[in-house]
């Protein structure tokens, strides 16, 4: 893999960071893991709790079909190991956001075993492989309730609308080793789950979000340090911040002569720094035992086949087959898979632009994705928009390039219609009829304006001819200036350079 090589500096020496990361992430599904309760977010507090979700006596669990079978697909899509045979766990632990006193988990025989998320060299412009991240596991998992704090001055509320929310916690194994590889792996991990539609991915809104596993250790040596778990980290920026705030900590602890406390802490957003919350409990201190309302999950092969089935073209293949097929460049093909929402726009665009030219796609593809990478992701950047908001739609892109592929449109004045088409919806060939922004190929028009172009400069005609090259392309300039924008280029050229060198 080529990248440099992440190391920090402290008082007595360098040192290496270790980090593991356990992911949770919520479980694409209309109803909980154990309930018929609804998942909507954003519902008022307590409005969608059931009375499994609440604890009420003799109210029994049943297993969510749809949620084991997203975890599967899961798994299956970072090549895991599905386990036929799992079970359900307590953890036991009481607080008042869980109403049972204890959360069911899986710890000792989890639903999915070991996979892989291969992370992109970090050096983009160097050869090299991808970095395979290995992950230990996929267990699913309820939520717990949420402790609300701030809407009374002397009373503390509880909302259990997440009480019961099917959980995936995917836990890695400590083999990152920078903040860049740790946001590296969220990022291509949440663009898994989107592609496979486990989960939305969203971090804002807490249907994802991180546990950070840190330790520090003197550069060659092999022994791992002391490793502290920052909790509940919602967004890449903020967990490549808590590692390198938390390994900094760390490493000063140990040189001033102290030693690094395993302990369970918080990542402060507003200050960058993380804070002590309690001391790392370890599995037996949560006494975990199977669950005993619930038997084991026994997966037959005909549910393993449908899932398997219904997975999408996943992320590296789908990269692959842009580089290999259509022809684009290995920095455009991850731009464009990076999330799966604008690979979709893309391939609509691609479609349609290709039966718009009557060509095959690979033969549109690089004008395409240009345009999708430049000009699109530019004006919805500007706009403050997502793709799958974008006031343009793939049809209309794909009418825009066939514009210019036809030669109707300049790259100038294509780029004109397009801003009328982002204020308006309009489409372009209405626009480019409206108002009279058709490219024009009028040798004799081109002709005329150069003819007095070259009367008002004789001067640099003169300069020209006498071996100043680099003056063709202010003659360019003036032609296409004195014609609105409107000449053809390629015709604006010939034409030049025929009078010029005539």
């Known amino acids: 893999m080529v990248v440099s090589v992440y190391q920090l500096e402290g008082a007595t020496g360098a040192w290496e960071v270790v980090i593991g990361l356990e992911v949770h992430a919520q479980v694409t599904s209309e109803a909980k893991l154990f309930s018929g309760a609804s998942t909507k977010f954003g519902a008022e507090p307590n409005a969608n709790v059931s009375l499994v979700d609440a604890a009420m006596p003799g109210m029994l669990p049943v297993p969510n079909r749809e949620c084991i079978r997203q975890a599967v697909r899961t798994g299956m899509a970072i090549e895991a190991e599905i386990n036929r045979w799992s079970r359900f766990d307590r953890k036991n632990y009481f607080y008042a956001d869980l109403p049972q006193g204890y959360q069911i988990s899986q710890l000792y025989h989890p639903l999915v075993g070991e996979g892989v998320v291969a992370i992109e060299p970090l050096e983009r412009d160097g050869p090299g492989e991808a970095k395979k991240v290995r992950v230990e596991r996929i267990h699913v998992e309820q939520d717990a309730g949420k402790l609300m704090h701030d809407q009374h001055p002397t009373r503390s509320y509880v909302d259990l609308n997440r009480s019961g929310v099917a959980l995936m916690e995917i836990v890695s194994r400590?083999?990152?080793?920078?903040?860049?590889?740790?946001?590296?792996?969220?990022?291509?991990?949440?663009?898994?789950?989107?592609?496979?539609?486990?989960c939305d991915g969203n971090m804002e809104e807490g249907s994802m979000r991180a546990d950070v596993n840190v330790s520090v250790r003197r550069v060659g040596t092999e022994e791992l340090g002391t490793r502290t778990e920052t909790k509940n980290v919602n967004s890449v920026r903020f967990v490549m911040a808590a590692i390198e705030h938390e390994a900094r900590r760390q490493i000063a602890v140990i040189e001033d002569g102290g030693k690094v406390v395993q302990e369970t802490r918080l990542f402060d957003p507003d200050k960058g720094v993380t804070r002590s919350m309690r001391s790392k409990e370890d599995a037996h201190d949560y006494r975990y035992f199977p669950d005993p309302d619930l038997l084991p999950l026994e997966l037959d092969e005909a549910f393993i086949a449908e899932c398997r089935e219904s997975?999408?073209?996943?992320?590296?293949?789908?990269?692959?087959r842009y580089v290999d097929a259509l022809g684009l460049t290995p920095y455009a093909a991850d731009v464009l898979t990076a999330?799966?929402?604008?690979?979709?726009?893309?391939?609509?665009?691609?479609?349609?632009?290709?039966?718009?030219?009557?060509?095959?796609?690979?033969?549109?593809?690089k004008a395409a994705a240009n345009w999708v990478t430049s000009d699109l992701f530019g004006a919805l950047n500007r706009l403050g928009r997502e793709i799958g908001d974008s006031p343009v739609s793939p049809r209309q892109g794909a009418a825009l390039l066939a514009l210019v592929a036809d030669g109707t449109l300049s790259g100038s004045l294509a780029k004109q219609v397009f801003e009328v088409m982002l204020e308006t919806g309009e489409d372009p060939a209405a626009i480019v009829e409206a108002r009279g922004l058709k490219q024009t190929s009028d040798t004799g028009a081109i002709e005329a304006e150069i003819a007095k172009i070259m009367a008002a400069n004789a001067d640099k005609v003169a300069e020209y001819r006498s071996g100043k090259d680099k003056l063709f392309g202010f003659f360019v300039g003036q032609t296409m200036r004195a014609m609105g924008g409107k000449a053809n280029p390629a015709v604006v050229n010939?034409?030049?350079?025929?009078?010029l060198d005539g």
Do not use: C, H
């Open 174 to 198: 400590p083999d990152m080793r920078s903040p860049a590889e740790a946001g590296a792996y969220i990022r291509k991990l949440r663009a898994i789950l989107r592609y496979v539609g486990s």
């Open 339 to 365: 999330d799966v929402e604008t690979a979709r726009w893309f391939e609509a665009l691609l479609v349609d632009a290709a039966a718009a030219q009557n060509a095959p796609q690979e033969a549109v593809a």
């Open 494 to 499: 010939e034409v030049l350079k025929k009078a």
């Open 311 to 320: 997975l999408p073209e996943l992320p590296d293949a789908k990269r692959d």
